[in-house]
């Protein structure tokens, strides 16, 4: 019997109407499907009636299968000859484990395909009426994760680094409410400028969308007034500023 091909598909941030042509092609065509807690459960309508359809979702501080499991999963069924999507929220490659469930497939003779999607470090910010680059305000964008492997004996992020690249244009923090006032802390003990705008955004590009506004200092307190939970995005620059210029269009 021939193997099945994996495809790491990204659904894209939560507007189920982001995910790519060639994305929801290979979802209606699938055999397996293994998804993501934060795609958007709409895109599961689209699949074959008879198609399996396995929840594979972290959540925080727990998980339903670890990333292990998940790799077999994506293994076992290809080695049954069955098409199988790995559907993932916003892009496989950017915070997604894509890369270790593709090189999981290519230890194991395991065609796979890489489909990219719409990632929410710049999607969610335009929902907000944000662009994350903007001549003559920001030249450059930085994107960061606030949820690091916890395996790791001390974090990879640097702070003097993201500071200088404030400096030049927009920081956008992925998956980092949950430890916002210390994240924003050290980006000020670094060198960013208190005073800076910074917005959080809680499920982004959907109609649950939710948005608090303040300044590197100030945002923390304002986020946990407001009671904001994962998923959530916070972006730090003046970009920020144009969305009560006028750019702030959704909802």
Excluded at 66 to 88: P, W
Excluded at 141 to 161: C, L, N, Q, R
Excluded at 231 to 243: C, I, N
Aim: glycine share 10%; hydrophobic share 45%; aromatic share 6%.
């Amino acid at each position: 019997m021939a193997v099945g091909t994996v495809y790491l598909v990204g659904a894209g941030p939560g507007d189920p109407g982001l995910i790519t042509v060639k994305g929801l092609n290979l979802l209606k065509r699938a055999d397996v499907i293994l998804y993501d807690r934060l795609i958007p459960m709409a895109l599961l309508d689209e699949t074959r009636p008879d198609a399996t359809k396995i929840d594979v979702g972290k959540l925080p501080q727990k998980y339903r299968f670890a990333q292990g499991e998940i790799n077999n999963l994506l293994v076992e069924h290809a080695q049954k000859g069955q098409m199988v999507v790995r559907l993932k929220g916003g892009d496989p490659f950017v915070f997604g484990r894509g890369g270790e469930e593709a090189l999981a497939c290519e230890a194991a003779g395991i065609p796979f395909e890489v489909v990219p999607g719409v990632s929410s470090a710049i999607a969610v910010p335009a929902y907000a009426g944000i662009p994350v680059t903007h001549r003559q305000v920001a030249s450059a964008f930085t994107v960061f994760t606030g949820h690091e492997d916890p395996t790791k004996s001390e974090s990879s992020i640097d702070y003097a680094a993201l500071a200088a690249a404030s400096r030049l244009g927009t920081l956008v923090l992925l998956m980092g409410v949950s430890h916002l006032p210390q994240i924003l802390q050290k980006l000020i003990a670094a060198g960013v400028d208190q005073n800076t705008p910074a917005i959080c955004i809680e499920w982004g590009t959907t109609p649950q969308q939710r948005i608090v506004e303040g300044t590197v200092a100030t945002l923390a307190d304002n986020a946990l007034k407001e009671g904001l939970q994962p998923p959530a995005l916070t972006v730090v620059g003046k970009v920020v500023e144009l969305r009560s210029m006028g750019l702030n269009w959704f909802g």
